[in-house]
Nanobody, 129 residues
């Protein structure tokens, strides 16, 4: 089992910043090296991959809409995943989820929700213009 708990969401004005955190725990998390990622979903839209790091801690992968503005990182000692979001735009508004996967390919290339088996409950980010 993998248990993921996100925090750090909120309401900000365009141009502002937020840092999301996701604390991971569970037997499976402790036993295996896992890929991790951040996703977001706006009302009426499909879940979108934002950023990910694969299980081998390779170079992060980002969605095109957030490149240069968002930074994903992980602190393995604290079992915590972060998403630093700068220069936020109204179109960044949505529910943000962290996710984990035991698949070696998860987090490489396209960031697909189908590659991730474990999900947090989400944290809301609202960006006003």
């Amino acid at each position: 089992q993998v248990h993921l708990v996100e925090s750090g969401g909120g309401s900000v004005q365009a141009g502002g910043s937020l840092r999301l955190s996701c604390v991971a725990s569970g037997d499976t998390w402790s036993r295996y090296q896992m890929g991790v990622g951040w996703f977001r979903q706006a009302p009426g839209k499909e879940r979108e991959g934002v950023a990910a790091i694969d299980a081998n801690y390779g170079s992060p992968t980002y969605g095109d809409s957030v490149k240069g503005r968002f930074t994903i990182s992980r602190d393995n000692a604290k079992n915590t995943l972060y998403l630093q979001m700068n220069n936020l735009k109204p179109e960044d508004t949505g529910m943000y989820y962290c996710a984990a996967s035991a698949l070696a390919s998860a987090g490489r290339g396209a960031i697909s929700p189908a590659d991730f088996s474990y999900w947090g409950q989400g944290t809301q980010v609202t960006v006003s213009s």
